[in-house]
């Protein structure tokens, strides 16, 4: 028993100095995202949608920035907070000749509904979702690049 003490100790001293590593960095990069209410120059990180606003994106690969409207011009997957039952048209009208489209996620990244459209390099009209807010909406993603183009959805 005494001479387990040490080990145990010792241990509990390294895990501490890896929770403590981790502490660091993810203060670094909140501090980051924080500093001045968005992480990229550009507009807000979240937005309240009014009903029937239409929210336009530029699909750059990297990421979803926003076009209109004008809050979240220069955002980066700004957070796209929704009234239940609302109607909202949000989608990509300028691109970057790279296919991408546009999809409504449950939090199981399956597709709310219907909410997707064809995988096209260049935006028409078919690139506008009609979506009709419900609870189980998390994300707006596009399929091909959805761990960058990947912006949260709130429903309230
Ligand atoms: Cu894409």
Known sequence: MARDNPVSRRTALKLTGA??????IAGCSSD?????GNGNGGGASEYEAEPEDEIHFEATTGDWTGIKPSEIEGSSNPTLILEEGETYYIGWTEGNNTEHNIEIWDENDE????YETEEVSEPDDDQI????????????????HSSQMHGEIQVE
């Open 19 to 24: 929770a403590a590593s981790t502490a660091l």
């Open 111 to 114: 597709v709310v509904e219907e």
């Open 32 to 36: 980051d995202g924080n500093g001045n």
């Open 129 to 144: 979702l009609e979506v009709t807010a419900t609870s189980d909406m998390v994300a707006y993603v596009c399929d091909p």
